[in-house]
């Protein structure tokens, strides 16, 4: 499953940044990957009890991939060969464009753990999702099909087992799991006992791993076999303040020869029951910051641990924890908090403005309508992490309409 051949990593770069394609990365840890004559690949690690081994780092697939075919040829070079998209990134361009890759590039798919996910939560939805998913990707099989986006592990039922089960035993999946963005660890715990759900992608972050509850949940999932890969590992807020300790600590880890979001990486691969880290590298520079993560040896010190503590403490109050169950039901009215907040992460956080406003504008006209007048006085009261949860929705409103 994995390619050999890195002779022309650097020059390939090069070709496809430009002449100034090494000014543009941050790190001394990726100019030296890149100057490297025989680059090592992202190393790999066990999938829960699947059997697989995957690549430490996974390639996120909301990014132009028809138009970006030089990006899936140079991560399987590199040993980015797991493959993370959905049915509904980029408007099924995201899965089009990975199989426009498996047509021009047919012996590269044996090499690619491929993962994909349905939104559609019913099972009639799925079967569909399933079936078009194959299609648009060029391949027979998927090696990871995740139900997604679940806010409760009561999705997770007897009838979604079966339906699990019959895709395995078509040949359609090798394994079946499912994403979360919305109270993770109670996904996580309920998922731990249940003994057929092969792998999950949560929310898991420097800001996020260290609470007592997702330390058990993760625990919990290890100790069941369950394959775990970490999303939103970058920890971006909703509030940003660009604080000048901020602009410290950045200058910090530069020093070491890592950037801040390097250093987030590495935090989170710190932790050996996570199997691979998704991340969304929509260019070749910073597939080629977080490839050279992944490879370098050096560890976090001390201070840098202490550091990105110190920054998940100053920043709580800008960061929503997706714990949907306490604020929304605290309201009023039917208005997903999580969601809404996610969306604003998306377009202040990673910069997707486009892609925030297209989630946002895909709520329906009545909720948007609900969220502008409902007192979130109650949800605030409830929410741990102090979220000024109606300016932000207000913001929102403003912002992503
Ligand atoms: S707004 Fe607060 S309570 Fe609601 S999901 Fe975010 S962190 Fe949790």
């Keep these: 499953m994995r390619f050999v051949s890195n002779e022309c990593s650097r020059r390939q770069f090069l070709k496809t940044t430009g002449a100034a394609g090494l000014g543009l990365l941050a790190s001394s840890a990726a100019a030296e990957f890149l100057s490297a004559q025989e680059p090592p ?20 697939g909301m990014f132009d991939i028809p138009n970006n075919q030089l990006m899936l040829r140079q991560a399987v070079k590199w040993g980015v060969t797991y493959w993370d998209t959905a049915n509904s990134y980029e408007g099924g361009n995201s899965e089009l464009g990975i199989g426009k890759y498996f047509a021009k590039y047919p012996e590269d798919r044996g090499k690619i753990f491929l993962v994909t996910k349905s939104t559609a939560w019913t099972l009639k939805g799925m079967t569909e999702h399933i079936h078009l998913s194959l299609e648009r990707m060029r391949t027979d099989h998927i090696d990871l099909f995740f139900v997604h986006a679940i806010r409760s592990i009561s999705t997770m039922d007897k009838n979604m087992q079966r339906w699990g089960e019959k895709a395995k035993a078509e040949g359609k999946i090798r394994f079946f799991g499912f994403s979360t963005h919305s109270n993770m660890e109670e996904c996580l715990l309920g998922a731990a006992p249940l003994g057929w759900v092969d792998g999950i992608m949560m929310t898991y972050n420097y800001r996020l791993m260290h609470t007592d509850a997702m330390r058990r949940a993760v625990d919990a999932c290890a100790r069941a076999g369950i394959g775990l890969t970490a999303m939103k590992t970058q920890g971006g807020g909703q509030v940003l303040t660009g604080s000048s300790e901020e602009i410290k600590q950045g200058g910090r880890f530069l020093q070491s020869g890592y950037t801040q979001g390097q250093a987030r990486l590495k935090a989170v691969w710190e932790n050996p029951q996570i199997a691979s880290i998704c991340s969304q590298m929509p260019s070749m520079a910073l597939l080629a910051e977080n490839t050279a993560a992944a490879v370098n040896k050096t560890k976090l010190s001390a201070l840098d641990r202490e550091a990105l503590n110190l920054h998940a403490q100053a920043g709580v109050a800008g960061y929503c924890a997706g714990c949907t169950g306490i604020c929304e039901p605290a309201l009023a009215a039917s208005v997903p908090v999580g969601r809404v907040m996610r969306y604003l992460m998306y377009g202040r956080s990673y910069g997707n403005r486009d892609f925030a406003r297209s989630r946002f504008q895909s709520l329906p006209a009545h909720t948007r309508a609900v969220m502008a007048r409902l007192d979130y006085t109650a949800a605030e009261a409830r929410c741990p992490q102090r979220m000024p949860i109606g300016r932000l929705m207000r913001e929102a409103l403003i912002e992503l309409a």
């Design 41 to 60: 690949l992202v190393p790999t690690r066990p999938f829960g009890k699947t059997g697989a081994n995957v690549a430490i780092l996974s390639m996120g």
